[in-house]
Antibody, heavy 116, light 107 residues
Framework: QVQLVQSGAEVKKPGASVKVSCKASGYTFTSYGISWVRQAPGQGLEWMGWISAYNGNTNYAQKLQGRVTMTTDTSTSTAYMELRSLRSDDTAVYYCARGTEYFQHWGQGTLVTVSS | EIVLTQSPDFQSVTPKEKVTITCRASQSIGSSLHWYQQKPDQSPKLLIK???QSISGVPSRFSGSGSGTDFTLTINSLEAEDAATYYCHQSSSLPFTFGPGTKVDIK
């Protein structure tokens, strides 16, 4: 069965960076893109962008341009999302999901807390 | 950016009742509209893709309709386990966006 397993919770100071991993199994990794969605505490879902696991093409939300980088490692079927220059309003649960248009399989979420 | 609005924001419903949630897009998105269910402390779950296409493993009481700018998620004969927040999501135009969510509570 398809599984996406994300790395554990992180606590970061403002200005730091965080890198969240998402290890995929149960399907051919390069056949699907990986999208990232975040959810601030008590808030709705926010699309962050996606990466093609086939050729590495990316598309990022404009508000995150310059601060976010999505990558993949096809040898380990793992996707990564790095967010730099963290601010308090980046505090959220970060989800990876399989697909670039709709998201049928999701990771369990990674809580990133930004606090001084 | 395409803005999605949902109504109602909140609905309290008795079991077996029919629930209708609407999602309106700020411009036409064809059928590129998907619905998710999220229960507290869980990841979202895909219910409907491309406005009306069913998803394997999702109960048949969930259905979707609409195209262009107006879409509907219908839950026929609500069950207690359907208490959740429901989100619409468009993939017609970048940046992809989500609606603000509709919380469904069980009376």
């Amino acid at each position: 069965q398809v599984q996406l397993v994300q790395s554990g919770a992180e606590v970061k100071k403002p200005g730091a960076s965080v890198k969240v991993s998402c290890k995929a199994s149960g399907y051919t990794f390069t056949s699907y893109g990986i999208s990232w969605v975040r959810q601030a505490p008590g808030q709705g879902l926010e699309w962050m962008g996606w990466i093609s696991a086939y050729n590495g093409n990316t598309n990022y939300a404009q508000k995150l341009q310059g601060r976010v980088t999505m990558t993949t490692d096809t040898s380990t079927s793992t996707a990564y999302m790095e967010l730099r220059s963290l601010r308090s309003d980046d505090t959220a649960v970060y989800y990876c999901a399989r697909g670039t248009e709709y998201f049928q399989h999701w990771g369990q979420g990674t809580l990133v807390t930004v606090s001084s | 950016e395409i803005v999605l609005t949902q109504s109602p924001d909140f609905q309290s419903v008795t079991p077996k009742e029919k629930v209708t949630i609407t999602c309106r897009a700020s411009q036409s998105i064809g059928s590129s509209l998907h619905w998710y269910q999220q229960k507290p402390d869980q990841s979202p779950k895909l219910l409907i893709k491309y406005a009306s296409q069913s998803i394997s493993g999702v109960p048949s009481r969930f259905s979707g309709s609409g195209s262009g700018t107006d879409f509907t998620l219908t839950i026929n004969s609500l069950e207690a386990e359907d208490a959740a927040t429901y989100y619409c999501h468009q993939s017609s135009s970048l940046p992809f966006t989500f609606g603000p969510g509709t919380k469904v509570d069980i009376k």
